[in-house]
């Protein structure tokens, strides 16, 4: 049966729509386990219809875009009461997104910009207009400052196979098992060379055979993107012991460990996905398994069990891995940071780590989640999927950071010195999620 | 007693908005509204931000057009710090500015605007929507998903992401297409070419289904604002072009857009009200996006657009007014983007990694940059000092120039509705699906 899901538009964007939308034919296997009721940017159900219907009747909420006026408030305390469970929906609703910036003022002069001062206005006296509209909130706020939030999936906006993949999951769907035979059974590294022997976290032994094997062919391990198969491959238990022991993986495994969450299990967690509370103990009392997997082989069962229980007790887990995790450059190049470059400045080269060639980039102190797709096209990491750690003074941190693991040879003092616009750099989408900030400039 | 009729909220389309017509006693129709209630203050907070970051922020204005918010910006420091771009650069951003156009528009006629064709204006509330549209006519919901994917993902590859791009900077771009990449999308180009005729098949057989109603209801005459650079349509650089209602077209170089655009701050929408200068307000409303460019262009710059524009012009002569003829003229915009993203993926300096100036250094002034966005003209001018810093941000947003023109549509149709009850005798087709 389908189940009732509604999508609410706050201020913001709509690009985490056009996000879900680019999942195009993707799309086609989920939507008919929706029934969508309330979507005003695709379907004509009005803001009446939502608030008829009784509370807790819709089983998830996606709320997209920060709260800037009343009118956003209401709808966020609207869709708490209607849904059971709220996902708040790309980095406007998670963190304020950009126009958290505008929190450095008080809000009657960041509406006399726009009303009064503009140089293109031509009224004699112009104000604020008020006839049937909402009003401002005093400062641009995250949804969970305002109503709980069960889950967030951050990304300006979230890529589109985790949108689907949280749906997916939080739907409880299960993938289903493709081939009979596992992965092991076809890879070059069968009899020689295991990664499982070497200690790589490869999924092999659980995943489906009948990909081309460009993985293990290259020396990487397999992170179950063909689903599972139907029986499980000897080694099965090796990768059973390892995932029983995720309190010491290594940095590398845990990236493997991220992409098969993400590929096989359908736990966005690479993309910025993120529970709160025991949204897992939710959905089982809704009946659906503890597990998302089910009528698998019971190694397969038992392998889903342990990572899940693990994320479960250790929320933190996922603040570990930052945007560096996933971008192909090299750090400890054969550059390195004498002073700080305006992204204006020269051309950097495709391999090195841009802060090592001069540039600030976000990377080390962002969560990873995006796949580092700014980095591929030579721009840096301006942060949109949040913080890994949330302190009081993002600059200083990120100072701390690059000064220890890369190649950069200016103190903190100059590095700080020479970046002019800290809350612009350091805290463009989160500024509005900082706690701690009371403004000013 | 007075009645008042509130739509909340207008729905297929982005961002936030309702309309409101108020009738009084007599019936007759005393006010229409398009109430706006969003915005997020961009002019503001870009204030005291590098200026080289500005295109890094502001397509968090749009998520269906950020690539213009992303390209107009960049133009504007540029002009404001004097930097000259490499050929292959300008070359880079127009293909990336057609890719959006083809993607936008697709999504606008498929997604946004096709449901009410294909079902009718009467059809339950709860089917009237792309995903019934898919349901019921599978290939042509495939094919439509495949138009837009193509679009987005060729955004994508140039842009670096297609929600949210960041391939431009002050200079140039961070990095040309590489060539594995443009041969898989040229490869695929001759296929979009055949989807985009079959969609203007589709389209034409709806304006002639929906005639009636096309050259009957909500023909309004405004003033008209485009872009065309030596006359010929143009989406990426060009003069601002002002067609008034009789149809005299007059340009404007973009530096002198304050003597030519006004705006004015109405009482009931977050969203202003934009009007042609000379005219005053209310008389100089104009209207802008896709009906607005096919009335200012002389010509289209693609054969096969032109062709599709003279076959316009037969049906409604020199100017429209014809509300419902902007989906048609989206249509011939179509046709044009494809054939420049055709063009364009052939042109070596796609590939030509020349694609950024060294030569950039932030100076005092004030810079101007416009580009046309899939649903308006977009203009963005930045004050920089010396140091490279935005120190004022004036944005003159695509949709924005709409909707005084939207509210004057408005009203005009609403007195067609309930005064003259003009929608009675009208002609409409069986629905083509149910």
């Given at each position: 049966m389908a189940v009732k899901v509604a999508f609410m538009q706050c201020s913001d964007c709509w690009g985490c729509h056009q996000s879900l939308l680019n999942a195009h034919l993707g799309l086609l296997p989920v939507l008919p386990a929706l029934d969508i009721v309330y979507w005003p940017a695709v379907v004509d159900f009005k803001h009446d219809s939502l608030k008829a219907r009784p509370d807790g009747d819709i089983l998830v909420g996606f709320v997209e875009g920060s709260l800037r006026t009343n009118e956003d408030v209401e709808n966020a305390k609207l869709m708490r009461a209607k849904c059971q469970l709220i996902i708040s929906f790309g980095s406007c609703s998670c963190y304020g997104n950009v126009h958290g910036l505008a929190n450095q003022w008080d809000i009657q002069k960041v509406i006399n910009r726009k009303f009064v001062e503009t140089e293109s206005i031509t009224n004699e006296s112009p104000h604020e207009p008020k006839e049937h509209m909402p009003g401002f909130t005093e400062k641009i706020m995250p949804l969970d400052e305002v109503i709980k939030v069960d889950a967030y999936i951050a990304g300006c906006p979230p890529k589109p196979e985790a949108i689907i993949s949280s749906v997916v999951f939080l739907l409880g769907q299960k993938p289903q098992p493709m081939n009979d035979l596992a992965f092991c059974n076809e890879c070059p590294l069968n009899t020689e060379g295991c990664l499982l022997d070497k200690g790589v976290m490869c999924f092999g032994p659980i995943t489906s055979s009948g990909c081309t094997l460009k993985c293990t062919s290259n020396g990487d391990p397999c992170v179950g993107c063909f689903g599972p198969s139907k029986t499980v491959a000897s080694r099965a238990e090796k990768l059973n012991g390892m995932v029983k022991n995720l309190s010491t993986i290594s940095t590398g495994n845990k990236k493997n460990l991220f992409e098969f969450l993400t590929l096989f299990l359908n736990v966005p967690l690479m993309a910025g996905f993120d529970l709160a509370g025991d949204v897992l103990k939710q959905i089982k009392k809704r009946g659906a398994p503890e597990s998302p997997l089910a009528n698998l082989p019971p190694t397969t069962e038992d392998i889903a069990s342990s990572i899940m229980a693990y994320l479960r007790d250790n929320r933190d887990f996922t603040e570990i891995s930052n945007v560096c995790d996933t971008c192909p450059r090299i750090i400890g190049s054969k550059s390195r940071m004498t002073k700080v470059k305006r992204d204006y400045e020269g051309l950097p080269n495709m391999d090195d780590c841009l802060i090592e060639q001069g540039y600030i980039c976000m990377g080390p102190v962002t969560k990873a989640g995006c796949g580092g797709l700014c980095l591929r096209v030579n721009a840096p990491c301006s942060?949109?999927?949040?913080?890994?750690e949330w302190v009081a003074d993002q600059a200083s941190r990120f100072a701390d950071v690059v000064i220890k693991g890369f190649n950069v040879d200016v103190s903190k003092e100059e590095l700080l010195s020479q970046v002019k616009d800290h809350l612009g750099t350091f805290q463009k989408f989160t500024l509005a999620s900082n706690r701690s900030y009371k403004g000013g400039e | 007693m007075v009645k008042e009729i509130v739509v909340e909220p207008v729905t297929r389309l982005e961002g936030h908005g309702g309309l409101r017509i108020v009738l009084g006693d007599d019936g007759k129709v005393k006010d229409a509204q398009f109430n706006?209630?969003?915005?997020?203050?961009f002019e503001k907070f870009c204030e005291g931000r590098y200026a080289e970051h500005v295109p890094r922020i502001t397509p968090r204005i749009c998520g269906i057009c950020p690539i213009p918010h992303h390209l107009t910006p960049t133009k504007a420091v540029e002009d404001a710090w004097g930097v000259e771009i490499p050929e292959p650069a300008r070359k880079l951003r127009i293909l990336l500015q057609n890719a959006k156009q083809y993607s936008s528009h697709v999504l606008h006629f498929y997604?946004?605007?096709a449901p009410d064709f294909l079902l009718g204006p009467f059809a339950d509330p709860a089917l009237r929507n792309v995903v019934h549209v898919i349901n019921k006519m599978p290939d042509v919901g495939a094919m439509a998903l495949k138009m837009m994917d193509f679009g987005q993902k060729l955004c994508a590859e140039i842009g670096g992401k297609s929600v949210h791009p960041i391939s431009a900077i002050v200079g140039g771009m961070k990095k040309p297409m590489d060539e594995d990449a443009r041969d898989k999308f040229l490869k695929q180009v001759g296929e979009q070419i055949e989807f985009t005729k079959k969609t203007v098949e589709i389209g034409l057989k709806v304006v002639e289904d929906y005639w009636d109603v096309v050259a009957n209801v909500a023909v309004v005459p405004t003033y008209y604002l485009g872009m065309t650079k030596n006359g010929v349509h143009d989406i990426y650089e060009g003069d601002i072009r002002i067609v008034t209602p009789n149809g005299e077209k007059k340009d404007f170089d973009i530096h002198k857009y304050l003597d030519v655009l006004g705006e004015h701050i109405p009482e009931h929408s977050y969203a202003t009200h934009m009007y042609y200068k000379p005219a005053g307000y209310p008389d100089g409303i104009y209207r802008a996006n896709c009906l607005a460019m096919i009335n200012a262009a002389?010509?289209?710059?693609t054969p096969l657009a032109d062709e599709a524009l003279k076959a316009f012009r037969d049906k409604t002569g020199p100017i429209s007014h014809h509300t419902f003829a902007y989906h048609w003229a989206r249509l011939i915009e179509t046709v044009e983007a494809i054939e420049i993203i055709a063009t364009l993926l052939k042109d070596p300096d796609v590939v030509n990694?020349?694609?950024?100036?060294?030569d950039v250094e932030p100076r005092e002034g004030n810079g101007v940059g416009v580009t046309e966005a899939p649903r308006g003209l977009l203009l963005y001018n930045i004050w920089s000092d010396a140091a490279g810093i935005c120190k004022k941000l004036n944005l003159l947003v695509a949709t924005n120039h709409n909707i005084a023109g939207i509210e004057k549509t408005l009203m005009h149709t609403a007195k067609q509705v309930f005064e003259d009850k003009a929608l009675d005798g009208l002609k409409l087709p069986d629905p083509w699906i149910k």
């Open positions: 942060g949109c999927y949040g913080q890994t | 706006i209630t969003s915005t997020r203050f997604a946004l605007a002389d010509k289209m710059a990694p020349d694609c950024k100036t060294l």
